[in-house]
């Protein structure tokens, strides 16, 4: 049982360029996000999946688009990455809201836009 | 978005002193989550709560989600050398348009020998 599992741990972006995080959980969790982390900034929601097939916008959602074609899947795309997205990111899933509502991280992936 | 106050922002203690830190809003929040987080990794949950008044423990680690359902404490009682981290509050809001957690700015616990 890995959990929460991302690809890649590190990457070096050059303005512009594009690049997909893929985030995979074998807990057979209904909800997924993904989260920024910058420092003194806490976490900060960017999008979010309640399921298969779906997504919606969390808190600072510009400049990235997110897709969940399978439950165990969800995969955040910067389609030209800009250096105010050097960051790292991490995905969370959790069964879903209410007393299921814990969710479970990932290891993260720290990214540099030069 | 609504904001979570964290307090205090750093924490040095010396090994085997109890830790206290905090967590307010200014809104009705529903879940209170306490996370650590060690260098390098993502955040691990601690501690859920959610109901008002509610008290609960893990091993040395004891929080509260408060009665006004504005704030949440997390006690650690003597201390040790692994509870070195970042350690942040996270809570669901009523009201709250998104399904993620709002986060505070976390605590820096560091121990000095």
């Known amino acids: 049982n890995a959990g929460v599992t991302q690809t890649p741990k590190f990457r070096v972006l050059k303005t512009g360029q594009s690049m997909t995080l893929l985030c995979a959980q074998d807990?057979?969790?209904?909800?997924m996000y993904w989260y920024r982390q910058d420092p003194g900034m806490g976490l900060r929601l960017i999008h979010y999946s309640v399921g298969e097939g779906t997504t919606a916008k969390g808190e600072v959602p510009d400049g990235y688009n997110v897709s969940r074609l399978k439950k165990q899947n969800f995969l955040l795309g910067l389609e030209s990455a800009a250096p105010s997205q050097t960051s790292v990111y991490f995905c969370?899933?959790?069964?879903?809201?209410?007393?299921?509502?814990?969710?479970?991280f990932g290891p993260g992936t720290r990214l540099t836009v030069t | 978005g609504q904001q979570l106050n964290q307090s205090p922002q750093s924490m040095f203690i010396q090994e085997g002193e109890d830790v206290s830190m905090n967590c307010t809003s200014s809104s009705i929040f529903n879940t209170w989550l306490w996370y650590k987080q060690d260098p390098g990794e993502g955040p691990v949950l601690l501690i859920a709560?959610?109901?008002?008044?509610e008290l609960t423990s893990n091993g040395r680690l004891t929080a509260q989600f408060g009665i006004t359902r504005k704030d949440s404490f997390l006690n650690i009682s003597a201390s040790i050398p692994s509870d070195v981290g970042i350690y942040f509050c996270a809570g669901t809001y009523s009201g709250g348009g998104a399904d993620g957690l709002t986060f505070g700015k976390g605590t820096h616990l560091i121990i000095q020998p």
């Open positions: 807990m057979n969790h209904e909800y």
């Open positions: 969370a899933s959790s069964y879903g809201r209410g007393p299921s509502y814990e969710q479970y």
């Open positions: 709560l959610y109901k008002a008044g």
